[in-house]
């Protein structure tokens, strides 16, 4: 049919509508319906339609309803107009109701006068010397007589050429298929904004056709991801998404995805010059189905219960019955795809299916009996259960996209199947059992909040029966991990957690036993337990070593390593975490499913930290960069998370500030994205952090007093320290003397109960001279000992940073009294120690007042 317009009002050069006007206007034997304006995201298809013509002489554009088929034929005759001198002519087979006329309405659009007795035959006979562009559009429905027609005219006519357009092959000799994609969508986990949405052609129509309609969009950047939203919802059919853009002017951008969410709306209606088939979206589909034979038509119902892609043993298992066995299933989803109404992609070695939203919704909406919609969900959510149970455990320690795109499809019908099994009417043992085996699923891919949301309903579920065993364990210990990750170190989280590890230990497997130490130990991290937590660290360490596996050894010495580096242990923390790096050669395989972060890239980024408190400050970036590069490459949300947190807190320290910058902007993005809360909280602390030590105390100050009171909410102590320190200097910074030194009194008390040792000498350092800031007569001698005890405590932890930042601070307090000779003494053989970093800011304020004169 003539279709629908791709277009809104656009600018376009003269000189490239003379030359299309020009060239039409030098044939006017030609019979084309008019050219668009301008056609999006088809260029590409439109040249190799045109080649492949060119080269074969009979191609089929075949496609769902509403892709475009119609739209692109036409452009490509517009394309070959001047090559077939004029002889290009459109022929609209959607009118037509009887297979019967096909011929003689091809003649007649040529102007030729034949035999009603034998039309095809005198139109063959015509064609037989002529060279010519016959463009047959709308063939599904008189398909027979369509390829009957299109067959003889190839094999007679050599020098003919023959494009049609239909929603499934014509499957004659001769015949070239050509399989027209929908327009190409902006995909979901990219970071979206105006610029990147704007280069995919499904958006671009969006946005045409809602301006066209009367929208005024003035499209922000939060905007983005709920046009690119829209598209995907559509599926980058141009139909469906020029209908939906259509209701931008009335609804506004946010309710119209929200009414596509709600229920894909099949009966918005499009341009009134459109075919009656074309007005909706439910007309289209009305088309479509009306063609089908009553098994397909049962098929597609069935198929309906799938969102998303599916395997053939999936289709093969729900579709099948007592009264449907495989070979007819075979044979209809071959159909299917043949008619465009099931689409199908290769994936290695196998296919894979996926009915269209617009389709899915089509086929929900039709009347089916409610015991069969029962059991299809049952037969479905078992099929699912089934797969994770052979492959769930496994799948998410790949740490590719690639080697997991296979089963990732999967996930969405794991999603509908727990739905159905937790409502009205489900099954509650499937759904447990399939919460559990989902689990590790939603962890690896860092869905926490999802994963939060199905184990809680799981747990709620079980009984007497259900409880105490594997699949408690396994719902406990993801329940535990995700609220940790998603609300902090709240108490449901450490019950969740015990909970989890009374099973394990009473079951005595020591592989299970490691996966809930690994989540406890970070809880009492988080919660700023660091005793605590180091306890939990050393079981792991004995258990790891009675397993022989490189990722439970990776994860024991990572674990052992932050705690040691925590409670200022810094020699022992290294050779923990270099320990991590080195177990074997870099795995595929990781915590992600069961910790919920990778823990080799963690002892990667406290390694960066070790470094720099040891005196290494190149080193120190050089790893935490490596670090957040790997934690990139394994394309893990809260794991990059981790990443740049503790890249930000060297960066920082080295006064790297353009680059803490950078990081901090990514972190926040990234939290903010992917919902983790804690760290967004953490990038509003570091972005306070940064105005301190840009001069702008006054706003540094309030971003991280804000900071503070939301971690100290949640709890989320395992950063709170440094983050005092550098409150405690903004306050200072805008004269509040004795609330800053309240404040680093509060932290040193609180660090000595917590056990996080490793701040300790900076904390004295900062005391001393907030102490020197106080108007008393005994303020030297009370700064001095809080440096000397700092240098005392750097030296017994090995932290030559700490150790040189107190040396430089008590050295200007000597000069400042004029010591100068002691100054020198103390601070030369310090700055002598470093052989790397001297352009940091540390290392150049020392070579500063070494340089002084005295």
């Known amino acids: 049919g003539r279709g629908y317009c791709f277009v809104a009002p656009v600018s376009r050069s003269d000189s490239q509508n003379n030359v299309v006007g020009e060239v039409v206007a030098s044939y006017p034997q030609a019979n084309l319906p008019g050219r668009l304006v301008r056609m999006v995201g088809r260029t590409g298809d439109t040249d190799a339609l045109s080649t492949q013509l060119a080269d074969r002489r009979f191609v089929t554009i075949v496609g769902t309803g509403g892709v475009g088929k119609t739209t692109v034929a036409v452009a490509v005759g517009h394309d070959l107009v001047e090559a077939f001198a004029g002889a290009v002519h459109f022929v609209d087979l959607g009118a037509l109701s009887d297979q019967s006329l096909v011929a003689t309405t091809v003649a007649s659009m040529l102007g030729l006068s034949l ?108 905007d983005a991801a709920i046009v690119a939203g829209i598209c995907r919802k559509l599926d980058g059919v141009p139909l469906a998404i020029e209908l939906a853009a259509g209701r931008v002017a009335s609804y506004g951008l946010q309710k119209t995805a929200e009414l596509l969410d709600e229920r894909l709306t099949l009966l918005w209606p499009g341009q009134r010059s459109a075919p009656a088939r074309q007005k909706t979206l439910q007309a289209t589909l009305d088309w479509s189905y009306g063609l089908l034979s009553e098994f397909e038509r049962l098929l597609l119902r069935r198929l309906a219960v799938f969102i998303g892609h599916f395997s053939i043993d999936a289709a093969l298992e729900v579709a099948t019955s007592a009264t449907v066995d495989d070979t007819l299933v075979f044979g209809a989803i071959d159909s299917l795809v043949a008619k465009s109404m099931v689409a199908a992609r290769p994936a290695g070695a196998t296919m894979r299916y996926r009915l269209l939203d617009t389709t899915r919704a089509y086929a929900l909406q039709l009347d ?37 795109s296979l089963q990732l499809a999967g996930l969405a019908n794991v999603r509908v199947a727990l739905d159905w099994c937790f409502g009205p009417g489900g099954n509650i043992e499937v759904g447990v059992r399939l919460a559990a085996a989902a689990a590790p699923v939603f962890l690896s891919m860092s869905l926490l909040a999802e994963c939060h949301r199905w184990m809680a309903r799981a747990v709620l579920a079980l009984d007497d029966a259900t409880g105490g065993g594997s699949e408690e364990m396994l719902l406990q210990a993801a329940l535990g991990v995700s609220l940790m990750f998603t609300h902090g170190g709240k108490d449901a989280a450490r019950v969740a957690l015990n909970r989890s590890l009374a099973i394990a230990d009473r079951r005595g497997d020591a592989l299970d036993q490691l996966q809930i130490l690994g989540p406890l130990q970070m809880f009492h991290l988080r919660k700023g337990e660091f005793k605590v937590a180091l306890r939990y660290a050393e079981r792991c360490t004995v258990i790891a070593a009675t397993l022989e596996d490189s990722v439970s050894i990776t994860l024991a010495h990572s674990l052992m390593g932050i705690s040691l580096h925590l409670s200022g242990e810094l020699g022992r923390a290294q050779t923990a975490l270099e320990a991590a790096l080195r177990c074997g050669p870099r795995s595929d395989r990781t915590t992600t499913n069961y910790l919920g972060f990778d823990g080799r890239i963690l002892a990667g980024a406290i390694l960066a930290r070790t470094l720099w408190l040891q005196g290494y400050p190149d080193r120190a970036v050089e790893r935490a960069l490596l670090t957040v590069e790997d934690a990139e490459v394994l394309n893990h949300p809260l794991t990059l998370s981790i990443a740049l947190v503790w890249a930000i807190s060297v960066l920082l320290w080295v006064g790297d500030l353009v680059r803490a910058e950078e990081h901090i902007d990514r972190l926040f993005s990234h939290a903010e994205f992917h919902s983790l809360g804690p760290y967004l909280a953490l990038g509003r602390g570091f972005k306070g952090e940064l105005a301190i030590r840009r001069g702008d105390a006054g706003s540094g100050v309030e971003s991280l007093r804000s900071c503070l009171a939301e971690l100290h909410a949640a709890p989320y102590e395992l950063l709170t320290t440094p983050l005092n320190i550098s409150f405690a200097q903004g306050l200072a910074a805008t004269g509040r003397f004795a609330e800053a030194l309240s404040l680093i009194e509060d932290t040193i008390e609180q660090v000595e109960a917590s056990g996080d040792l490793c701040y300790m000498p900076d904390l004295l350092r900062v005391k001393g001279n907030l102490v020197l800031a106080a108007p008393q007569a005994s303020a030297d001698e009370e700064a001095e000992l809080c440096f000397r005890r700092s240098l005392e405590l750097s030296d017994r932890q090995g932290a030559r940073a700490w150790e040189l930042r107190t040396a430089i601070d008590l050295a200007s307090l000597l000069a400042g009294r004029g010591r100068h000779e002691a100054a020198q003494a103390l601070l030369q053989p310090i700055f002598a120690r470093f052989g790397e970093g001297l352009e940091t800011a540390d290392l150049r304020s020392a070579a500063r007042l070494l340089a002084t004169p005295n």
């Open 115 to 222: 035999q009603p007795d034998d039309p095809t035959s005198g139109l063959v006979a015509y064609l037989a010397d002529k060279r010519i562009l016959l463009i047959l559009d709308t063939c599904e429905h008189v398909i027979d007589a369509a390829a009957d027609l299109a067959a003889r005219i190839f094999a007679a006519a050599p020098q003919a050429h023959l494009l049609a357009t239909s929603r499934e092959p014509l499957q004659v000799e001769g015949e070239h298929v050509y399989k027209l994609a929908p327009l190409e969508c902006a995909p979901g986990d990219l970071e979206l904004n105006t610029f990147v949405v704007n280069s995919f052609p499904a958006t671009q129509l969006f946005l045409e056709r809602a301006a066209a309609s009367g929208a005024r969009l003035d499209l922000q950047d939060a």
């Open 368 to 404: 089916v009996d409610d015991a069969e919609l029962a059991s299809l969900a049952a037969r479905h959510a078992t099929h699912y259960l089934r797969w994770l149970e052979q492959t769930g455990a496994e799948w998410p320690t790949l740490s590719s996209a690639s080697q997991r």
